[in-house]
């Protein structure tokens, strides 16, 4: 046996045992006479002691350890005398009596630390070195506990795991696909899928009633800190349901991995909100619930006192930070360039002290006279000591998003944006359609597979703009942690959907004729959801990014900075694949 115990399992109730360890070195620590090591593996850190007095080689051959050293120990369990209760282990050390280098190492470019000093970049680069870390290893452990307990709930559901194939067909209609060429038909290309859509569908036709997969699925977009070219997803189907029997049973999913995961316990159902209510009151249709701070209409109260930014507006909306009045100017210029930046967009902000005496001062006050600004503030519902803040412009749902960001800053900053406190809710009835500037045209809100809700079926021929879709999405905290629909499971409103989406007749069969023809052999009604696996375990873990709950991200730019991928091919695999390579300078 290599190890008779691991590194984080022997306590004082084990002392006088003789064991052997392995792992890799954390520390030396040289103590007079004695020299002191800390052997870490996945389970733990146990303290090593080498007595000069006992054996003067082996406490000599323990100096010479260096950090990452991969090495064996035998020796004697016994009691610390300065007991460490920050580790499990920390009232044991083992008296070593044989040592085996099983591997040198290099010295590591960072320290294998929680806080560690290596940049992103540099972590990335090294991965195996940064899964060491003991708080990244946890996340791989959480990651594999939510994993398990998914499959534990919807097997007691009667869920059946199916896989679907990784090489499918290009469906371009959404986020882009990346693309396979296929050696055996040349010119030809597979899809690496997006999601198993439509295959989950055609699982329910063939009557597997429940299916579920942690799946793998490939998006070619650009990336964010909650986004990566590959993501895995867990994707539910049922047959014979309706949207009521979807949100029981992964409310009840939700509610189970909290309790199993976090020890949290939700006793009342999530909050329900429609899109049109969420993108009134949040500015997003995934609304951070932690707090309150609603978005508030002020054109009626605001207009036609001759301050021309609100005259002129299509909308203008605030919000009431509560205690907030103590903010200093520098702070108020400093969210007001914040604002303006330009992937928020605003063109300035105006805001509003309610002072202890109930007065209103503002920085428009020589345009509004006390009794409007006293209207504004019962309007925001502000008490003293509150900070009202102002933005409005001429596009309504472009000025909610930016009240929606300023709305975040402004949590962020009070404290209100809490890891440990968690909010979620449905939000229901999406637009079935969304208009494409560029492609000057309705595309889908989600995807062309989404049934519209019964009783605006026959807005498709009149006003398609105003249909809503039987959609849902789950939000945890401002982050959309998963989302689905019930499917459109007849042939001709499918092809109505196609029509409407501006596909051809040959452009529909050529690309989904494969679902249009299985409709024809009996497919029941039907319905899904994915949840996000990384989001989930992001959230479960506390962190703002999914690439620590990931073993191998990729960064920003969608590289793999270990095994420097993407990379150029040999021109001998080209040739087989048929393919030329012509690169268009950026200019």
Same mark, same amino acid.
């Given at each position: 046996?290599?190890?008779?115990?691991?590194?984080?399992?022997?306590?004082?109730?084990?002392?006088?045992?003789?064991?052997?360890?392995?792992?890799?070195?954390?520390?030396?620590?040289?103590?007079?006479?004695?020299?002191?090591?800390?052997?870490?593996?996945?389970?733990?850190?146990?303290?090593?002691?080498?007595?000069?007095?006992?054996?003067?080689?082996?406490?000599?051959?323990?100096?010479?350890?260096?950090?990452?050293?991969?090495?064996?120990?035998?020796?004697?369990?016994?009691?610390?005398?300065?007991?460490?209760?920050?580790?499990?282990?920390?009232?044991?050390?083992?008296?070593?009596?044989?040592?085996?280098?099983?591997?040198?190492?290099?010295?590591?470019?960072?320290?294998?630390?929680?806080?560690?000093?290596?940049?992103?970049?540099?972590?990335?680069?090294?991965?195996?070195?940064?899964?060491?870390?003991?708080?990244?290893?946890?996340?791989?452990?959480?990651?594999?506990?939510?994993?398990?307990?998914?499959?534990?709930?919807?097997?007691?559901?009667?869920?059946?795991?199916?896989?679907?194939?990784?090489?499918?067909?290009?469906?371009?209609?959404?986020?882009?696909?990346?693309?396979?060429?296929?050696?055996?038909?040349?010119?030809?290309?597979?899809?690496?899928?997006?999601?198993?859509?439509?295959?989950?569908?055609?699982?329910?036709?063939?009557?597997?009633?429940?299916?579920?997969?942690?799946?793998?699925?490939?998006?070619?977009?650009?990336?964010?800190?909650?986004?990566?070219?590959?993501?895995?997803?867990?994707?539910?189907?049922?047959?014979?349901?309706?949207?009521?029997?979807?949100?029981?049973?992964?409310?009840?999913?939700?509610?189970?991995?909290?309790?199993?995961?976090?020890?949290?316990?939700?006793?009342?159902?999530?909050?329900?909100?429609?899109?049109?209510?969420?993108?009134?009151?949040?500015?997003?249709?995934?609304?951070?619930?932690?707090?309150?701070?609603?978005?508030?209409?002020?054109?009626?109260?605001?207009?036609?006192?001759?301050?021309?930014?609100?005259?002129?507006?299509?909308?203008?909306?605030?919000?009431?930070?509560?205690?907030?009045?103590?903010? $200093? /100017? =520098? +702070? &108020?210029?400093? *969210?007001?360039?914040? !604002?303006?930046?330009?992937?928020?967009?605003?063109?300035?902000?105006?805001?509003?002290?309610?002072?202890?005496?109930?007065?209103?001062?503002?920085?428009?006050?020589?345009?509004?006279?006390?009794?409007?600004?006293?209207?504004?503030?019962?309007?925001?519902?502000?008490?003293?000591?509150?900070?009202?803040?102002?933005?409005?412009?001429?596009?309504?749902?472009? $000025? /909610? =998003? +930016? &009240?929606?960001? *300023?709305?975040?800053? !402004?949590?962020?900053?009070?404290?209100?944006?809490?890891?440990?406190?968690?909010?979620?809710?449905?939000?229901?009835?999406?637009?079935?359609?969304?208009?494409?500037?560029?492609?000057?045209?309705?595309?889908?809100?989600?995807?062309?597979?989404?049934?519209?809700?019964?009783?605006?079926?026959?807005?498709?021929?009149?006003?398609?703009?105003?249909?809503?879709?039987?959609?849902?999405?789950?939000?945890?905290?401002?982050?959309? !942690?998963?989302?689905?629909?019930?499917?459109?499971?007849?042939?001709?409103?499918?092809?109505?959907?196609?029509?409407?989406?501006?596909?051809?007749?040959?452009?529909?069969?050529?690309?989904?004729?494969?679902?249009?023809?299985?409709?024809?052999?009996?497919?029941?009604?039907?319905?899904?959801?994915?949840?996000?696996?990384?989001?989930?375990?992001?959230?479960?873990?506390?962190?703002?990014?999914?690439?620590?709950?990931?073993?191998?991200?990729?960064?920003?730019?969608?590289?793999?900075?270990?095994?420097?991928?993407?990379?150029?091919?040999?021109?001998?695999?080209?040739?087989?694949?048929?393919?030329?390579?012509?690169?268009?300078?950026?200019?």
């Amino acid at each position: 046996m290599y190890r008779s115990h691991t590194c984080g399992e022997l306590r004082l109730s084990d002392a006088g045992k003789e064991v052997t360890l392995t792992g890799w070195v954390q520390r030396t620590r040289k103590m007079g006479g004695m020299t002191f090591v800390d052997l870490r593996d996945r389970y733990g850190i146990t303290q090593l002691v080498f007595n000069e007095a006992i054996n003067v080689e082996l406490c000599e051959q323990a100096n010479r350890l260096g950090r990452e050293f991969v090495i064996q120990v035998t020796g004697t369990v016994q009691e610390r005398s300065n007991k460490n209760e920050n580790l499990p282990t920390g009232d044991i050390e083992i008296a070593v009596s044989g040592m085996n280098v099983l591997n040198p190492s290099s010295t590591p470019p960072f320290t294998i630390e929680d806080e560690t000093d290596g940049g992103d970049d540099l972590r990335m680069k090294y991965r195996y070195l940064d899964l060491r870390r003991p708080a990244v290893r946890k996340n791989m452990e959480l990651r594999h506990k939510v994993t398990m307990e998914v499959r534990r709930y919807l097997d007691g559901l009667g869920f059946l795991e199916v896989e679907t194939p990784m090489l499918i067909g290009s469906t371009p209609e959404g986020a882009r696909d990346f693309v396979v060429p296929s050696r055996m038909n040349p010119g030809q290309f597979y899809a690496l899928p997006q999601s198993p859509q439509t295959l989950k569908q055609l699982l329910m036709v063939a009557g597997m009633d429940r299916y579920f997969q942690i799946v793998k699925c490939f998006r070619d977009e650009d990336l964010r800190a909650d986004r990566q070219p590959e993501f895995t997803q867990i994707d539910c189907e049922m047959s014979f349901v309706d949207q009521e029997d979807i949100i029981r049973t992964f409310e009840g999913m939700a509610k189970h991995l909290f309790k199993a995961i976090r020890g949290v316990e939700f006793d009342k159902p999530f909050i329900r909100m429609t899109w049109q209510d969420a993108m009134k009151y949040y500015g997003s249709d995934k609304p951070d619930m932690r707090f309150g701070m609603t978005l508030v209409e002020l054109a009626d109260v605001l207009k036609g006192y001759g301050f021309s930014v609100f005259d002129n507006a299509a909308y203008i909306g605030g919000i009431c930070a509560e205690g907030a009045a103590s903010y $200093t /100017r =520098k +702070q &108020l210029d400093a *969210l007001t360039e914040y !604002v303006k930046k330009p992937q928020i967009g605003a063109k300035g902000m105006v805001y509003a002290r309610v002072e202890a005496d109930g007065t209103v001062r503002s920085s428009v006050d020589k345009f509004y006279a006390q009794d409007v600004l006293q209207r504004m503030k019962d309007t925001c519902r502000a008490k003293p000591g509150d900070l009202i803040l102002v933005l409005s412009g001429d596009d309504v749902m472009k $000025t /909610r =998003k +930016q &009240l929606c960001e *300023l709305r975040l800053k !402004v949590a962020e900053q009070l404290g209100l944006r809490d890891k440990d406190k968690f909010a979620l809710l449905w939000v229901v009835d999406f637009p079935m359609f969304e208009w494409s500037d560029e492609e000057q045209r309705l595309m889908a809100t989600h995807h062309p597979f989404t049934h519209p809700k019964e009783e605006d079926i026959p807005l498709l021929d009149t006003d398609p703009a105003n249909v809503r879709a039987d959609a849902y999405d789950m939000v945890c905290n401002g982050v959309e !942690v998963g989302g689905g629909s019930i499917r459109i499971h007849d042939q001709h409103l499918q092809e109505k959907m196609f029509e409407l989406l501006g596909f051809s007749k040959e452009r529909a069969e050529a690309q989904f004729g494969f679902l249009m023809n299985a409709f024809r052999y009996g497919a029941p009604p039907h319905g899904g959801l994915a949840y996000g696996l990384d989001r989930w375990v992001s959230i479960f873990a506390g962190l703002d990014s999914i690439r620590d709950c990931i073993a191998f991200p990729k960064n920003n730019s969608g590289r793999d900075v270990m095994l420097d991928a993407p990379a150029d091919l040999e021109q001998k695999q080209l040739d087989e694949l048929h393919l030329t390579i012509n690169v268009k300078e950026n200019k």
